[in-house]
């Protein structure tokens, strides 16, 4: 068969799975055919993959995406092979979602690619690192930072050295959105949104981190839920595997409606979204579960990521985002060419990337998309935490 009717068949599979997917998909769920890029993509239109599995392809296949396995989910500074990092955690999330969404009759391309795309713009050192880069971006003059846009930052212009990867809107729509330490009990999403939606959503966003910010898609509203699902109970494994807290520390309310464990919170929490959101326009818990889970959320708020025990280091951390911070806006201003940023981050970046960009932008997304060990190789040697073995 020659190489244009191969190319044809092919696109008429494509076009027979859209036909299964009206089918066999919920009517409340985003159809591949709905797929809009920001640009046309030619070669995806003449393609026969569908629009959100070549957007889960496209951030597997990103230089953020392999810079989670050394990112920090909660604890950092810490050797234990068993401890979650951020490249577990966005595969939890996935495969959390992605069950949900087969009984809900949801789109898995969508979830997935929402899923794995959602943190790529997290800072070393977690949530601790946000907080120091958001005020040291504020006093630069540049607007607060947040991880959410971080994370469509890179995806759209910071990746191929400037190009982006063109995913679609509702992939980016979910990731911005996704605010999983909000508590939600049911999130309905707002519909028919287009880019000019999205971009003045990331304006307001930038203006005020306290925007709320809702999905467009029943999909993205179910990562958005089953980021909360995937993090409480492993990191309360976590923290009891470390020695911070033992399992009888785990309110009794709250464990008697979700339990003990990882294992059974989870299922429970997954049930629990499975009967109150199917064929439903919304995605939920039942007020018993929402009640529970907040009360969980903060224990592991009290007990877990605000105990002291974990912040040893955050003082000299914070001097040391300074430092790096300062180091390298000197550099961009001198013009420092044998520097890091210019040899790793800027070489053969994109025109268009460096002159829509101010140099502490750039500052920001060179640091944000470093990994812990990175960032601390960059760092003068006698300043560095020494990483405790438990």
Same mark, same amino acid.
């Given at each position: 068969?020659?190489?244009?009717?191969?190319?044809?068949?092919?696109?008429?599979?494509?076009?027979?799975?859209?036909?299964?997917?009206?089918?066999?998909?919920?009517?409340?769920?985003?159809?591949?055919?709905?797929?809009?890029?920001?640009?046309?993509?030619?070669?995806?239109?003449?393609?026969?993959?569908?629009?959100?599995?070549?957007?889960?392809?496209?951030?597997?296949?990103?230089?953020?995406?392999?810079?989670?396995?050394?990112?920090?989910?909660?604890?950092?500074?810490?050797?234990?092979?068993?401890?979650?990092?951020?490249?577990?955690?966005?595969?939890?999330?996935?495969?959390?979602?992605?069950?949900?969404?087969?009984?809900?009759?949801?789109?898995?391309?969508?979830?997935?690619?929402? +899923?794995?795309?959602? =943190?790529? #713009?997290? @800072?070393?050192?977690?949530?601790?690192? $946000?907080?120091? !880069?958001?005020?040291?971006?504020?006093?630069?003059?540049?607007?607060?930072?947040?991880?959410?846009?971080?994370?469509?930052?890179?995806?759209?212009?910071?990746?191929?050295?400037?190009?982006?990867?063109?995913?679609?809107?509702?992939?980016?729509?979910?990731?911005?959105?996704?605010?999983?330490?909000?508590?939600?009990?049911?999130?309905?999403?707002?519909?028919?949104?287009?880019?000019?939606?999205?971009?003045?959503?990331?304006? +307001?966003?930038?203006? =005020?981190? #306290?925007? @709320?910010?809702?999905?467009?898609?029943? $999909?993205?509203? !179910?990562?958005?839920?089953?980021?909360?699902?995937?993090?409480?109970?492993?990191?309360?494994?976590?923290?009891?595997?470390?020695?911070?807290?033992?399992?009888?520390?785990?309110?009794?309310?709250?464990?008697?409606?979700?339990?003990?464990?990882?294992?059974?919170?989870?299922?429970?929490?997954?049930?629990?979204?499975?009967?109150?959101?199917?064929?439903?326009?919304?995605?939920?818990?039942?007020?018993?579960?929402?009640?529970?889970?907040?009360?969980?959320?903060?224990?592991?708020?009290?007990?877990?990521?605000?105990?002291?025990?974990?912040?040893?280091?955050?003082?000299?951390?914070?001097?040391?985002?300074?430092?790096?911070?300062?180091?390298?806006?000197?550099?961009?201003?001198?013009?420092?060419?044998?520097?890091?940023?210019?040899?790793?981050?800027?070489?053969?970046?994109?025109?268009?990337?460096?002159?829509?960009?101010?140099?502490?932008?750039?500052?920001?997304?060179?640091?944000?998309?470093?990994?812990?060990?990175?960032?601390?190789?960059?760092?003068?040697?006698?300043?560095?935490?020494?990483?405790?073995?438990?």
């Amino acid at each position: 068969m020659k190489k244009f009717e191969k190319a044809k068949s092919l696109v008429k599979l494509k076009k027979m799975l859209d036909r299964q997917e009206n089918q066999m998909l919920s009517p409340l769920a985003t159809r591949n055919a709905q797929g809009i890029r920001r640009v046309q993509d030619e070669r995806h239109d003449s393609s026969y993959r569908q629009a959100f599995a070549v957007d889960v392809d496209r951030i597997l296949h990103s230089l953020a995406y392999a810079r989670y396995i050394d990112k920090t989910q909660v604890f950092y500074l810490v050797k234990n092979d068993h401890i979650t990092h951020r490249v577990l955690h966005v595969q939890l999330v996935s495969k959390i979602a992605r069950t949900v969404g087969r009984f809900l009759g949801l789109n898995e391309d969508l979830i997935e690619a929402i +899923a794995l795309g959602h =943190d790529i #713009g997290h @800072a070393p050192f977690g949530h601790d690192g $946000e907080r120091f !880069l958001s005020v040291i971006c504020r006093d630069n003059g540049i607007e607060p930072f947040h991880h959410n846009l971080q994370s469509v930052q890179f995806l759209e212009k910071v990746e191929r050295k400037g190009k982006g990867w063109n995913l679609c809107l509702q992939t980016l729509d979910g990731i911005l959105c996704h605010d999983g330490e909000i508590h939600s009990e049911r999130l309905v999403p707002v519909a028919g949104k287009n880019f000019a939606d999205f971009d003045a959503q990331i304006a +307001a966003k930038r203006t =005020d981190p #306290g925007t @709320a910010l809702i999905p467009m898609t029943l $999909e993205g509203c !179910l990562v958005r839920m089953a980021d909360t699902v995937s993090y409480i109970g492993r990191d309360i494994e976590d923290a009891i595997r470390l020695g911070l807290i033992r399992r009888s520390d785990i309110p009794g309310p709250a464990a008697e409606v979700l339990g003990n464990t990882n294992g059974t919170i989870v299922y429970n929490l997954v049930t629990d979204i499975i009967l109150n959101s199917w064929q439903k326009p919304y995605i939920a818990f039942s007020p018993d579960v929402s009640s529970a889970l907040l009360e969980l959320k903060a224990f592991n708020l009290e007990y877990i990521y605000l105990n002291p025990k974990i912040k040893q280091h955050t003082v000299r951390i914070k001097k040391l985002f300074e430092l790096l911070f300062d180091n390298y806006l000197s550099d961009i201003k001198y013009q420092r060419k044998s520097s890091v940023i210019f040899r790793q981050f800027l070489k053969d970046m994109d025109r268009e990337y460096t002159e829509q960009h101010q140099p502490a932008e750039i500052v920001r997304d060179f640091i944000s998309g470093m990994t812990d060990q990175y960032f601390l190789d960059q760092c003068p040697e006698d300043m560095r935490p020494r990483i405790k073995t438990v």
